[in-house]
């Protein structure tokens, strides 16, 4: 069974082919992906790969983690599952449509006799 694992602090110049080639040092990679920016295409200092076994994993745990890739020192854990994103899409709705003044517009309190 294949086993994911987490890939960090890579440096933002390696590529998915060097991944590739130093997790084949602890068996057989089958993919290596290195997370990118949608808007500027650049690295965001981390990726996956996958081994063919756990045993495979383990090993490239053992091997890779605290070690240098590129000249950083990453850090490799067995990935964990995504976790479903919460909330509305960044909270910018509140005090639309009225809702902040509470009616009262500008002035402040219109109950007030002057």
């Given at each position: 069974?294949?086993?994911?694992?987490?890939?960090?602090?890579l440096s933002y110049d390696t590529t998915e082919n060097?991944?590739?080639?130093?997790?084949?040092?602890?068996?057989?990679?089958?993919?290596?992906?290195?997370?990118?920016?949608?808007?500027?295409?650049?690295?965001?200092?981390?990726?996956?790969?996958?081994?063919?076994s756990e045993e495979e994993a383990q090993k490239a745990i053992d091997m890779f983690n605290g070690k240098e890739i590129d000249g950083r020192t990453v850090?490799?854990?067995?990935?964990?599952?995504?976790?479903?994103r919460t909330g509305t899409g960044g909270g910018f709705r509140r005090g639309?449509?009225?809702g902040g003044n509470r009616g009262q517009g500008f002035g402040g309190d219109r109950r007030k006799s002057w």
């Amino acid at each position: 069974m294949e086993k994911k694992l987490y890939i960090g602090g890579l440096s933002y110049d390696t590529t998915e082919n060097v991944l590739k080639d130093t997790f084949a040092q602890a068996g057989t990679v089958e993919s290596a992906t290195i997370i990118t920016d949608k808007m500027s295409g650049r690295s965001k200092g981390f990726g996956f790969v996958e081994m063919s076994s756990e045993e495979e994993a383990q090993k490239a745990i053992d091997m890779f983690n605290g070690k240098e890739i590129d000249g950083r020192t990453v850090t490799v854990n067995e990935a964990r599952p995504m976790e479903p994103r919460t909330g509305t899409g960044g909270g910018f709705r509140r005090g639309f449509g009225g809702g902040g003044n509470r009616g009262q517009g500008f002035g402040g309190d219109r109950r007030k006799s002057w």
